[in-house]
């Protein structure tokens, strides 16, 4: 995969959509090994991490996060720029209700208005196209 992240603002912007335009998932199912756990993330949050200079960081906070969600079957997650390098992430209900924020540095693909969305059912990432 050519590497984006270096581009200028728009460009990395526009490459990102033109990509996810035309991506498809096979499915697959990676592993992240969590103490005595798996936590699972589909082939598309892979292919999303890897637009992120900081996807790494984003999965890691994904799984903390989800141990005190533990509760929640469904969590929608929304990641949004808050401005040039500090991003939200944030973990809602099915109905929006926000249920923990976070905050992420990096750059991420997205205009400022618009987010990416993941949905987090037990211990397992995916995106909404893959739902």
Known sequence: MEAIAHREPEDYIAAFKERME????????????????????????????????????????VINASRSLKEESFVTIRLYRQTEEINALEFCKRNGEVLKKEWISGTIPVEKGLCLCFYLIGRTLILPVEY
């Open 22 to 61: 035309v991506f498809k998932s096979s499915g697959k199912l990676h592993t992240y090994p969590v103490f005595s756990e798996c936590f699972y993330y589909s082939e598309g949050v892979q292919y999303v991490m890897s637009f992120l200079n900081s996807g790494k960081m984003f999965l890691e906070k």
